[in-house]
C-alpha cells in the first residue's frame, strides 16, 4: 500500500516536471521570438549576427538625426545591394519572407510549442533549464530539511501540516510533491503575467518602446522566489510570490483593458461614417473593421479579444508601469528598511494593494473642479475630435480669404500662423489639464497632510491681497517665530477664511476673464484663436505658473 502510495507521488511529481518543461520551453520560444525582433538575427559565413537598427536615441549620441544610418548614410541615394538595408517596418511587405515564430497549444495543463512548419519542437536549453530547476528545489529541500531537524515548527505555525513531514522521520516524497506544485503554480502566474506583456509587444511599433518590453518581459521570465530560510518552511514563500504575480496582472491587465476601450471609443468617433478614401483622411489612425474577434494568446488571463487587424501602439507605454513599481519599491525599501526575504516580499505585496486599490478608486481629476471649468476645460467632445477640429480650421481660413485683397506671399503666413496657433492652443490646452489635475492631486493631499497636523482648511484656498487694500502690520520688521504652528496661531485671525464648494484655477483671483479661455463650442476656440496673437509663452505664463503657489504652500508647510 505504501509502495503505491510512493509510485503515485512519483507520477504526479513527473507530472508537474512535464507541466514545468513545457512553461519553460514556451519561455525560450519567446525569448528567441524576442531575440530576432530585437536583435534582427541574420546567417551570415555560418553564424548568427545581429542586424538590428540602432535606437534613435543611440542614433542621435553617435551624430546622426535620429534616423537609420546617420548623417553618414547615403543608402536613400544608391539603393544597392551593398549600402541599402531594409527597414523593419518594410520588412514584411516581401512575398518571400518565412514566419519565424512559433506557435502554441493548450491541452489542459500542458503547452505545446510548434514551429513554423507545425513540428513540436523542444528546444535543448529548456531542457536545461529544467535540470537547473531540479537543482535548485533539491538544493532548497535539504536545506529546509536540516533546518527544521534541528527546530521543529511550533504547533501555532501557519504551515504546521507541511512543516510536519520535514521532522527528523522526514517523508522526503512529499516534500518534494510540495516543491514541483508549489514550482508549477509559481511558473504558471509567470505565464499569464508574461502573456499579458507580449500582446502589448505585438501591439508595439516604436522600437524603444518594444525593446523595454522585452526587457519586462524577460525580467519576468528569469524572476525567482526570494526564499527565507528562516521560516519553517517554503510554501508561505511561493504563496507570497504567486500573490505579487496576480496582483501585478490584475493591475496590468486592468489598465490594459481601459486603454483599449479608450482607443476603440477614439476610433468609432473618428470613422463613425467608415473610410471614405479621401486625403482629409491622413494621418488618421487605422480603421477597425469589427467583424470576427481574435484571441492573441491562449492564456484565459491575457487581454481581451481583438478584431483581425486591430493595432493599438498606444499600449507600448505599458511599459512603464513595472519602471513606476520599481520606483516605488526602492522609496518603500528606503523608508522600511525590510531585513528579510519575507518581509521584502510582504513590502512588494503592500506596494502592488496600494498600486491596485488607487488604481481601481481613482476619482476623475475634473470631479474637484466646478461644472463650469468642466465644461469649459476639460470637455473632450469637441477638441478631441478631429473632424471638428479640421472643420474650426476650414473656418478659420475661410474668414481670413474673405478679408481684403492680400499679396499671395502674406496669404501664405497667415495660413501658417493659423495652423501654427491652433496647434500651439491644443498644446497648451494639453499643458493646462495636466496642471489642474497636479493642482487637485497635491490639494488633497494638502487636506489629508493638513488634518494629520491640526491646521485648518482654509490655507488652501488663500487669496492674493491687493497692495492697495493691503494693512499695515506692526512690528513687520521682526523675525517670525521659528515654528510654523507659532506663525499660523499668530496670523489666524487676520487670514481669509474663505473655502469654495471646489477647486478654482488660480488664475481666477488674478484674471476674472477666464470665460475667454474655453474650448467646448467652435466660437470659443475661433475666439481664443484670434486671442493667441497673445505670445503663447506669456499666456502658458498666466495658466501654468499660476498652480505653482499651491505646491509651494504645500512644500512649505511639509519642510517646517
Not at 522600437?207 to 526570494?226: D, G, H, K, W
Not at 478614401?277 to 479579444?305: D, H, M, R, W
Not at 512603464?320 to 513590502?347: G, V, W, Y
Request: charged share 20%.
Amino acid at each position: 500500500m505504501e509502495l503505491s502510495f510512493l509510485y503515485l507521488r512519483h507520477l504526479r511529481i513527473r507530472e508537474l516536471q512535464r507541466i514545468c518543461l513545457g512553461i519553460l520551453n514556451y519561455f525560450r520560444s519567446i525569448e528567441r521570438t524576442l531575440t530576432i525582433s530585437t536583435s534582427g538575427l541574420a546567417s551570415c559565413s555560418g553564424h548568427l549576427i545581429s542586424t538590428a537598427e540602432d535606437a534613435s536615441w543611440v542614433n542621435a549620441a553617435k551624430g546622426g538625426t535620429g534616423a537609420f544610418g546617420g548623417l553618414s548614410s547615403h543608402s536613400y541615394m544608391h539603393y544597392t545591394p551593398a549600402d541599402y538595408k531594409v527597414q523593419s517596418v518594410q520588412f514584411m511587405e516581401f512575398a518571400e519572407v518565412e514566419n519565424h515564430d512559433d506557435f502554441y497549444t493548450v491541452e489542459e495543463a500542458y503547452i505545446h510549442t510548434q514551429d513554423q512548419r507545425g513540428a513540436f519542437v523542444m528546444y535543448d536549453v529548456a531542457l536545461q533549464d529544467l535540470k537547473e530547476t531540479e537543482k535548485q528545489l533539491l538544493l532548497v529541500a535539504s536545506q529546509y530539511i536540516e533546518v527544521e531537524k534541528g527546530q521543529k515548527a511550533g504547533p501555532d505555525s501557519s504551515s504546521n501540516r507541511y512543516s510536519r513531514r520535514a521532522e527528523t522521520s522526514v517523508d522526503r516524497s512529499a516534500v518534494l510533491l510540495d516543491l514541483w506544485t508549489c514550482e508549477a503554480d509559481f511558473l504558471k502566474d509567470k505565464w499569464q503575467l508574461l502573456d499579458s506583456y507580449f500582446e502589448v509587444y505585438q501591439h508595439a511599433l516604436d522600437s524603444e518602446e518594444r525593446f523595454a518590453l522585452a526587457q519586462v518581459i524577460t525580467n519576468i521570465m528569469y524572476r525567482r522566489p526570494r526564499f527565507d530560510f528562516h521560516l519553517g518552511y517554503f510554501v508561505n514563500t511561493y504563496r507570497d510570490e504567486c500573490t505579487c504575480l496576480k496582483l501585478h496582472l490584475c493591475l496590468v491587465r486592468d489598465i490594459m483593458h481601459r486603454q483599449i476601450e479608450n482607443q476603440r471609443k477614439y476610433n468609432y468617433q473618428i470613422w463613425c461614417g467608415g473610410p471614405k478614401g479621401c486625403i482629409s483622411e491622413f494621418g488618421f489612425p487605422t480603421y477597425i473593421v469589427t467583424k470576427q474577434l481574435i484571441a492573441l494568446s491562449n492564456s484565459t488571463t491575457a487581454l481581451k479579444n481583438m478584431y483581425l487587424l486591430e493595432f493599438h501602439s498606444s499600449l507600448g507605454l505599458v511599459s512603464l508601469i513595472p519602471k513606476a513599481l520599481d520606483h516605488a519599491l526602492q522609496e518603500f525599501q528606503q523608508i522600511c528598511r525590510p531585513n528579510t526575504a519575507s518581509a521584502a516580499i510582504h513590502l512588494e505585496e503592500q506596494i502592488l494593494l496600494l498600486s491596485l486599490d488607487g488604481w481601481m478608486t481613482m476619482e476623475n481629476p475634473e470631479s474637484f473642479y466646478g461644472a463650469q471649468i468642466q465644461r469649459d476645460i476639460f470637455a473632450d467632445v469637441l477638441v478631441e475630435n478631429p473632424l471638428i477640429i479640421r472643420e474650426i480650421v476650414t473656418l478659420a481660413l475661410k474668414s481670413v480669404s474673405e478679408e481684403e485683397q492680400r499679396p499671395s506671399k502674406e496669404k501664405q503666413t497667415i495660413t501658417l500662423n493659423v495652423f501654427s496657433r491652433l496647434l500651439e492652443l491644443l498644446t497648451l490646452r494639453h499643458r493646462l489639464i495636466e496642471a489642474a489635475v497636479e493642482g487637485a492631486q497635491l490639494g488633497r493631499l494638502y487636506k489629508e497632510f493638513a488634518k494629520e497636523m491640526g491646521f485648518n482648511e482654509f490655507h488652501l484656498y488663500l487669496r492674493p491681497v491687493y497692495f492697495e487694500c493691503a494693512t499695515h502690520k506692526e512690528k513687520a520688521d521682526q523675525f517670525s517665530p521659528i515654528f510654523i504652528a507659532s506663525l499660523l496661531e499668530d496670523q489666524d485671525l487676520n487670514l481669509d477664511r474663505y473655502i469654495p464648494s471646489n477647486l478654482m484655477l488660480e488664475i481666477q483671483d488674478i484674471d476674472n476673464q477666464i470665460g475667454k479661455f474655453s474650448f467646448c463650442t467652435r466660437e470659443s476656440i475661433l475666439q481664443v484663436t484670434e486671442i493667441f496673437f497673445i505670445p503663447v509663452s506669456k499666456l502658458l505664463y498666466y495658466f501654468i505658473l499660476l498652480f505653482r503657489p499651491l505646491s509651494y504652500l504645500f512644500y512649505f508647510v511639509l519642510n517646517q
